[in-house]
Every structure is written in structure tokens, then in C-alpha cells.
């Protein structure tokens, strides 16, 4: 039932006013997000799902086929003698949704419309902690207007850009506060990416990347709906998204989820972070190419190449021929990976930790020897009932996520999109 608050009250008409359009649009993002769960369904199906007046749907309604949100799909016949109800759905065709990701050593977007419809997906390849920001900032850019163009050839106006990033960031401003692997501190990142796209008018969204590939895989992947979870990327760095109660925890200030710099390990080597012995040290894509194909290994400060999917291809073909050091290398790395996810479980208590990135192309065999050293670590023993599952989105998983950022500002507030809104009505006034 739609949650109505009464309009604050400060001295004017004006603030009323301001309380019942606040009230409106709670309406329509209600209403709206009931059509994307549901799909299409009467008006009257809306009003006993909400709680709200049928008159009052009926008025948000008309407002959102205005704005071109919703459309009518057919009559529903209900009952041998029932009256004919005109079904509505989501639509939103003409409103893109732009998903980005910068990593070390790739640019990815994902692009859709409001429905999910697939517009561009694509992966470049870039040498971000090489470039520096200024650079990386420039090709970021370049991607991201390339989608955007994809995006208004198939009539979808972008309605924002979110930005998944390797580090911490602060989520109210859009800037990166420290992002160890690419080098970066202190970065604007909104501002500067909204000024490279230029002409573009659409907000700009910056999250951690493990933050949005958990949200992606909690909304639609492999342990989707799982209250508590866990999400660890797979890339040179590590990071984690952690789902508690079907929240994400992001901490006092968001910048939970820096799990890769778990300290595990004081004799191992310096991390990208200047720390000694992190657990991306030990799991991170660079550790694993360092022990399975040491002619190919590079630092944690040094530019890897080439894409991050060819070197594990190189790795996945080695295993199947059954190179012994490639096996003995895939198997440390599980036993570390089980040992990191030991302590996540301890502090979480979590059903599942979801493996992103190369973790997933890899997973028959770092799940084995990580499940069982989780298993020998975990204080409460069987009892926890954790188990590592592989994500299905691959290294996509962070850009989906940005997308999915951005549907749900759309969907927190439809009057951003389309046309004027309808005239305020005293019975939307009265809700339910």
C-alpha cells in the first residue's frame, strides 16, 4: 500500500503544493514499479495491488501513457459475464538506460530501453591503469557516446549513465575517493564524464563495480532473491558486494565491500594498495597468470594486456590439456579464495558467495578446493551453509549493474521523463 506522507508544513500555499506533488510522484513511481514486477495487468489489478483509489490510478495512469511510460496492450476478459478491463504494461521504449564500466584494462557498456531490451553491449579493451585519469576519462567518454548514439538509432533518449569503478567512491557526489589499481584519488568522475560527453543532458551515476554486479546478480542472476550474498568480483583487484537482508551494505560512509584488501597474508607480496600480503594479492587475476604462466606475468602496478577473457582462455586451455602447473596454480588459488571467503562468512553469515569475472570462467575448478577450505574455516561448520556459486553474467556483470542503477531512478521518479505532468487532483490528493 502506498506509503503517503502528510505535506510539510511551512509558512505559503507553496510548500502544499510541493507536498502533493511529492505525493504524486510516489504515486507514479508505485504504480510504475508495479507494472515492471508484474507486467501487464487492469487498472483495477493495479488499485487492489497498491491500495490505491481506482480513480487515483486511473488519473496516474493517464499520466504515464502521457509521458509515454506505460501503453495499453488489449482487453482483459474477466469472468463469462464479467465487464472487458484494457490491460496496460511498462513501456518506456523511447527512454535508454545506459550502464558503463572502467576496469584496468577494459571500458564495457551495457544499454538498454526502460523494458530491458537490449540496445548495445560491448567490451573494449583499454589500458586504464597505464593511461591515467585524464585519458582514461577520454575513452570512457568516447564508448560511452558511441552507445549513446547506438541508443537514439533505436529511439531510446538516454535517461542517465551510471559508472561502475574498481574502488571506493562517494556515491552523493559521483567521485572516486581512491581507486588503488587504476590510481586514481580524489576523482570528480560525474562531472568530468558529463563534460566529455558534451551535448548529452542526462544525470550522471558513479558506484563501486562489485556494489552494481551484486545488485545485477541479486535482481537477475544466478542466486537472484537470496537476501544475504555475497558477490566477489573476479579481476586484477577483487572486490565484494555484500548483500544483507536484500540490502546492499555500503557502511557509514559506502565504502563497504574492499574486501580484496583483506590483510591474509603479512609475508606476501606489496598490493596496488601499498599494503603487504592483500587477498588480491593471492586471488586477483595478475596472481593467478603470475603462478599458472609465468613468462605472461605482470605486477599489480604495471599494465596488463592483453583482455582479461584471453588470458583466461589461455589458462582454461591449459587446464583441459592438463598442464600440471596450470592445475596446481587454479588449485592455490581456490584455497585462498576459500580461506578469504571463510572470514566473509564469519562476519556475514551469508547463503551464497556469487564468483564474477574470471572467478565464473573458471569455476569448476576454484570452486572444489575453495568450498572445502571454507568449509574447514567456518566457525559454525556446516551449520552456516554457504556455498560459492558462479555468476552467468561474466565480466558484464558491473555494467548491468550501472544500468539497473539508472532504471531505478527512472522508476523512483517518472516525472523526469516525457511531457508536462497532469493537473494535481483532489482525488490524488486522497491516495487511497
Given amino acids: 500500500m502506498a506509503q503517503r506522507q502528510p505535506p510539510t508544513r511551512v509558512a505559503g500555499i507553496g510548500a502544499q503544493a510541493v507536498g502533493h ?5 510516489a504515486n507514479l513511481a508505485l504504480v510504475l514499479r508495479h507494472l515492471r514486477d508484474e507486467g501487464s495487468c487492469s487498472r483495477s489489478d493495479i488499485a487492489d495491488a497498491t491500495g490505491l483509489h481506482r480513480a487515483t490510478v486511473s488519473s496516474l495512469m493517464a499520466e504515464l501513457l502521457d509521458r509515454g511510460l506505460a501503453r495499453e496492450v488489449g482487453i482483459e476478459h474477466v469472468g463469462a459475464v464479467g465487464r472487458p478491463r484494457r490491460a496496460v504494461a511498462l513501456d518506456g521504449s523511447h ?27 560491448r567490451r573494449v579493451g583499454f589500458d586504464a591503469m597505464g593511461m591515467g585519469p585524464d585519458r582514461s576519462l577520454k575513452e570512457l567518454g568516447r564508448v560511452a557516446k558511441d552507445a549513446i548514439d547506438d541508443l537514439s538509432r533505436a529511439g531510446a ?37 558529463r563534460a566529455e560527453i558534451g551535448d548529452v543532458r542526462a544525470p550522471v551515476m558513479v558506484d563501486n563495480d562489485a556494489n552494481l554486479a551484486a545488485l545485477a546478480e541479486y535482481t537477475g542472476g544466478v542466486a537472484a532473491g537470496t537476501a544475504d550474498m555475497v558477490y ?5 583487484g577483487v572486490g565484494g558486494g555484500i548483500i544483507v537482508g536484500g540490502r546492499l551494505l555500503r557502511g557509514a560512509d559506502g565504502f563497504s565491500g574492499e574486501v580484496g584488501h583483506l590483510p591474509v597474508d603479512p609475508t606476501g607480496i606489496r598490493c596496488g594498495c601499498g599494503r603487504t600480503g592483500c587477498w588480491e594479492t593471492k586471488v586477483g587475476l595478475a596472481a593467478l597468470v603470475r603462478a599458472a604462466t609465468p613468462e605472461l606475468a605482470y605486477e599489480l602496478d604495471t599494465a596488463p594486456t592483453p583482455d582479461p577473457e584471453e588470458r583466461v582462455a589461455e589458462i582454461s586451455l591449459g587446464l583441459a590439456a592438463g598442464d600440471p602447473r596450470m592445475l596446481a596454480a587454479v588449485a592455490e588459488v581456490g584455497r585462498w579464495l576459500g580461506l578469504g571467503g571463510s572470514i566473509l562468512v564469519n562476519l556475514f553469515n551469508p547463503r551464497v558467495i556469487v564468483l564474477g569475472g574470471y572467478f565464473a570462467k573458471l569455476a569448476e575448478r576454484l570452486i572444489p578446493p575453495a568450498q572445502a577450505e571454507l568449509e574447514r574455516l567456518v566457525i559454525a561448520g556446516p551449520a552456516a551453509r554457504c556455498r560459492f556459486l558462479a555468476s552467468g553474467l561474466g565480466f558484464g556483470a558491473a555494467s548491468r549493474g550501472a544500468a539497473s542503477m539508472v532504471v531505478d531512478q527512472v522508476i523512483n521518479d517518472p516525472t523526469a521523463i516525457g511531457s508536462a505532468p497532469l493537473a494535481v487532483t483532489p482525488t490524488d490528493l486522497a491516495g487511497s
Fill in 95 to 121: 527512454v535508454g538506460i545506459l550502464g558503463t564500466e572502467i576496469n584496468v584494462d577494459y571500458v564495457a557498456v551495457y544499454g538498454t530501453d526502460l523494458g530491458g531490451r537490449v540496445l548495445v553491449e
Fill in 21 to 25: 506533488a511529492s505525493l504524486r510522484r
Fill in 232 to 236: 566477489l568480483t573476479g579481476e586484477v
Fill in 157 to 193: 533518449s538516454p535517461a542517465g549513465i551510471g559508472v561502475a569503478v574498481p574502488g571506493l567512491v562517494d556515491v552523493a557526489r559521483g567521485a572516486v575517493a581512491f581507486a588503488p589499481n587504476l590510481g586514481w584519488r580524489d576523482l570528480p568522475l560525474a562531472d568530468l564524464l
